[in-house]
């Protein structure tokens, strides 16, 4: 029996994004590009309008009233984000611009201090170019060496390799959960044990699993984790780093300036404990609401049911899209019920451009994204100039995926007329 009526996730929450309810180019916009960024809800749009228009204030600094609730506010923020990704502490939670911000501290503040020349650092060749280029500038002044990870037959991380690159002289691993090209979902948990018997640091890039999957830092047990509220319906400018309390006590600040200290003399200073010290100066108050919102927003609907969803559509999506023969598909195929991979699609059409793809797309009102997507290194070894992208989230419905795919199918022809 299928329960044909039952209403579906998007069917509830659709209404609590203005933005999806508009032409493109005259069609009803399909947003399939989430995995660049978000939409938000009104309830985040609100979080952030109430701060400025009832409680507009600097944090931390006065004792007036309007200080105190936009403090209150900011750390109830922190508060939310750290049961989200079940942190230890509060304090673990350390606002960021935005994940890159977040591995570019650790890169600085631990990384320049610990890492010596010959000592390993481990990544893989999936890495988005943000947990990737910091590395290069710090092995560069270090000595540090980089080793990566390379993919399986079925493009996935290659956890068997990974065992024979790790080493006593592995003093980081650094590696994306959730692949924003191939999708692919990392032994995260698995990664991080075998990385930990050899005595080393483990920074996980959680920027396509946060929005999408149940996080619990404390069984993955990494060291640091980052992503970026704007994929997880926030807005853009706030991210974060979790990290474990004792290892970020043993970091040195990454920049300084006003919040993150506790005395201050001439010539030298002394620091706050955390979070504050690597939080200098004025943060980005209202976004930091909005992301704590936004976390709301999502415990509110379910991280398990966003999951059993996106799953749905995932498996749906795929099962289109290998009905078209022209189409190479990167990373693993989902399994029957769209588990194993996540809710997003990288794929090539022979000859044809990503970019002319994605541009006949747009006519049809359907957002793609066309390019390397910050993994250059992964496509120049997937041997794929650049690939399109269609990334799905939990307000995205089966009717847009058809919509989706007969535009998909139609520019295929269109540019088969002429290559062909
Ligand atoms: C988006 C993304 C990043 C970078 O996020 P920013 O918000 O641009 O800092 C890093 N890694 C992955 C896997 C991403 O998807």
Known sequence: MTITQEKTLADKVR??????HQEVNGKPLVYFDNAATSQKPVAVLDAIRNYYEQYNSNVHRGVHTLSGKATDAYEGAREKVAKFVNATFPQEIIYTRNASEAINLVAYAWGLTNLQPGDEVIL?????HSNLVPWQLVAKTTGAVMKFVELTPTEEFDLEQYKTLVSDKTKLVSVVHVSNTL???NPVKEISAIAHHYG???LIDACQSVPHLAIDVQAIDCDWLVASGHKMCAPTGIGFLYGKRDVLRAMPPFMGGGEMIADVFLD?????DLPHKFEAGTPAIAEAIGLGAAVDYLTNIGMDKIHAYEAELTAYLFEQLRQIPELRLYGPLPNSNGEGRAALAAFTA????????????????????????????????????STARASLYFYNTREEIDVFIAALKEAIEFFGGIFG
């Open 15 to 20: 209404a609590d994004f203005p933005i999806l």
């Open 124 to 128: 893989s060749v999936m890495e988005h």
């Open 183 to 185: 999708g692919c979902i």
């Open 200 to 202: 080393a640091k483990v």
């Open 268 to 272: 030298h200073s002394t620091y706050a």
């Open 350 to 385: 022979g000859e044809v451009h990503p970019h002319d793809l994605s541009t006949i797309l747009d006519q049809a009102g359907v957002a793609i994204r066309a390019g390397h997507h910050c993994t250059q290194p992964l496509h120049r070894y997937i041997k794929a100039q």
